[in-house]
């Protein structure tokens, strides 16, 4: 059904925010060639059903594969709450058991005893993400020690899609949520970015969390991990291409995209148009 020759890493999210994922893995391994694709005509993915991201998430892994990507990074929290399992458990199988899609959750769970003192984290996600329990169900596998207290915050990947990211509204909703959370738990002394928009916003991020309080991207965690994996499944690090280059992909208009990740990235991306579905 697909090719079974070396190609691109993939990386898929619901829309920019993956970026930052991105960003993490090509500064740790710049050798390998990536393929980037944004379901930005479908995004905010936060807010739909378990069965919606699921199916949304399937397609896109579907066409990644499809364009020669032997292996998948998921770089959404809430596609990897949600579908990661499923798409594991009950696609890969019977798509084609060589090839692999990993999630970013596990990940940040694996480093999170490291980056706490006080053993209160906070979370800030997605409401799905939130809903989930995926972080809570991660951490307590590893770290049962750890109190974990999380808060969605509906608007902030909307305000990072709409290109709103560093405005005084944004500054707004960053604010409400984040004294929302330090209300719920003001022993927390690590706050976990559990959405890969949310780095994008982090000018106003910073100005909101108090001093000595810890704030957890996930690009280079993410990144070590798979460079860790990798070593240790030398086959499937056989069948990735290396040249360094990086092919963008959306599912909306090819110039919004690259105007928008020109913003994020500082520069110039080579961007196709796909359908998804
Ligand atoms: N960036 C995604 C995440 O990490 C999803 C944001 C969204 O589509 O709502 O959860």
């Known amino acids: 059904m697909f090719s ?3 190609g691109p890493i993939g990386i898929f999210d619901s ?3 993956g970026l930052t994922i991105l960003h993490g893995i090509r500064q740790r391994l710049p050798e390998y060639d990536y393929m980037y694709l944004g379901d930005n005509a479908r995004a905010p993915y936060g807010s739909r059903s378990f069965e919606v991201v699921y199916q949304f998430t399937r397609q896109a892994v579907l066409k990644l594969f499809d364009m020669g990507c032997q292996l998948v990074i998921l770089g959404c929290n809430t596609a990897s709450a949600k579908a990661l399992r499923s798409i594991q458990q009950r696609d890969l199988p019977e798509w084609d058991p060589d090839r692999r899609v990993l999630g970013i959750i596990r990940p940040t769970a694996e480093v999170i005893g490291n980056l706490t003192t006080s053993r209160h984290v906070g979370l800030l996600a997605t409401p799905g993400t939130i809903l989930s329990g995926s972080y809570e169900l991660e951490i307590a596998k590893l770290f049962p020690d750890i109190r974990l207290s999380g808060v969605g915050c509906p608007l902030w990947a909307s305000i990072v899609e709409a290109g709103e990211a560093d405005s005084p509204g944004a500054d707004y909703f960053v604010k409400k949520r984040i004294d929302m959370l330090l209300r719920k738990d003001p022993d927390i002394d690590a ?7 949310y780095p994008l916003l982090m000018n106003s991020i910073v100005t909101h969390v108090p001093p ?3 704030i957890i991207p996930q690009g280079e965690y993410v990144a070590n991990s798979l460079r860790s994996y990798l070593d240790r499944h030398k086959s499937l690090e056989s069948m990735l291409t290396r040249g360094g280059g990086c092919q963008y992909l959306t599912t909306e208009s090819e110039e919004k995209f690259s105007e928008t990740a020109r913003i994020f990235l500082h520069e110039q991306v080579n961007v196709k148009h796909v359908d998804l579905g």
Request: net charge positive.
């Open 212 to 214: 000595g309080v810890r």
């Open 4 to 6: 079974h020759s070396p």
């Open 191 to 197: 706050i976990i970015l559990g959405c890969t928009h």
């Open 15 to 17: 829309g920019y925010g």
